[in-house]
Each structure stands twice: as C-alpha cells, then as structure tokens.
C-alpha cells in the first residue's frame, strides 16, 4: 500500500509540474501575440523583417519611395526573433518575412505591398498623392 501512495504522489508531482510549464508556455506565447498586436496597433506602417531578406528589402524600398518611414521589427536581429515569427503565424497565418501592416491592416508580404503601391491602393491606405510615385 506504501509504494502505491509514493506513487500516486510522484504522479501528482509530475502533473503540476506539467500544468504549471504548460501555462507558462502558453503565457509567453501570448506575450509574443500581444507583442505583435501592439506593435501593430502603436505604429501607422510596420515590417516585420529580416535585415538581410531581398523581399525585405524591397518592401521598405516601396515605403522609402513614398517618403514614409515604417516601422521595421528587424527579427533576425533579436534572440528573440523565432518567438516573434511564431506569433505572426497566429496573427497572420504565416511565418514569413517581410509582413506589411498599415493602419493596423495586413497588406501581406513583398509581392502584395509592391502590387499595392503600383495601383495606388497603398498611396490611399496612407492617405498620400498617388500621382508620385515611381515605377519600382
């Protein structure tokens, strides 16, 4: 009978411990969602980027054409960067960079952004003259 109670007790151990770091990996988890809400929320344009990322680079290229300054969220510069892609696929739907955001609307990636700057839908989401841009 002894040995059944030292083993339920060591099984009830275990589940604590399994539930108390479960809610703790769902709490940081979160904070990352929260993270990217916020982030999103605060700023009128945001990239989430990687520095060295050629798409990257041409979505802020877009942004620099129409004398815009986003917010970059240069991931591959933080140790924390991983955790900040997994909470875009939970707010998105996707891991990859860049991920454009105006007004706290999604635009999409690279491909989206420079379609919308080319038909003047991006000039009307940021309330500037369509009339000068430039051909990227």
């Keep these: 009978m002894a040995k059944s109670v030292v083993v339920s007790s060591i099984l009830i151990v275990l589940l604590m411990i399994t539930r108390i770091y479960t ?41 620099a054409e129409l004398n815009q300054m986003p ?6 510069q933080r140790d924390d960067g991983y955790k900040i892609q997994d909470a875009l696929m939970e707010v998105v739907g996707q891991r990859t960079v860049p991920q454009v955001f105006i007004n706290g609307q999604h635009i999409g990636g690279s491909t989206d952004t420079v379609h919308a700057y080319e038909s ?3 000039a009307m989401l940021l309330v500037i003259d369509p009339a000068n841009k430039v051909e990227l």
Excluded: M, W
């Excluded at 605060?42 to 942004?63: D, E, L, N, Q």
């Excluded at 917010?71 to 591959?76: G, L, R």
């Design 71 to 76: 917010f970059v969220v240069e991931i591959d």
């Design 23 to 63: 809610c703790n990996a769902n709490a940081a988890e979160q904070s990352y969602v929260d993270f990217v809400k916020e982030t999103i929320s605060s700023h009128p344009i945001v990239i989430f980027s990687k520095s060295y990322c050629g798409f990257c680079k041409r979505a802020k290229a877009v942004f």
């Design 120 to 122: 003047g839908d991006l």
